[in-house]
């Protein structure tokens, strides 16, 4: 148990510290760190089906207007986190410009690094 929690500390730490402050400025550099190299990112964005490599939704981040510079709100909210031995499902809750986003990221521990590997996100109404 105490290695459940010691793990879901670790993960908020990721999601506190890189992922959330990463897509609030649009650093690649900090959200590349995150991401294992392979993960593939899903869903729907105002009901329009979302399917990205890594690098594609990088590259997105990378030549968009960051949140922060466009004046539009931003509110990342952690809601559950779940380890199981070296896998983990986070669900957020994400506002940032005019989306409120549905987050489901899918973790795994290599070597002794928690990276996110799946992405799927769904734009909801408030």
């Known amino acids: ?24 400025v649009g650093d690649v550099v900090k959200l590349r760190k995150i991401y294992h190299p ?8 105002k009901g329009q089906p979302y399917a990205k490599t890594l690098d594609q939704y990088l590259d997105g981040v990378e030549h968009r207007q960051s949140v922060k510079d466009s004046g ?20 957020l809750r994400v506002k ?9 990221l899918s973790f795994h521990k290599i ?9 799927m996100i769904s734009d909801v109404s408030e």
């Open 72 to 91: 539009k709100p931003f509110k990342g909210e952690i809601l559950d986190i779940r380890v199981v031995n070296s896998i983990a499902v986070v669900a």
């Open 38 to 45: 392979g993960t593939l990112l899903f869903g729907d964005v």
């Open 1 to 24: 148990m105490e290695t459940q929690q010691q793990d879901s500390l670790a993960i908020s730490q990721v999601l506190e510290n890189e992922y959330l402050p990463g897509i609030y």
């Open 96 to 104: 940032m410009y005019d989306f409120n986003y549905e987050e489901f």
């Open 111 to 119: 070597d002794g690094k928690w990276l996110i590997v799946n992405k």
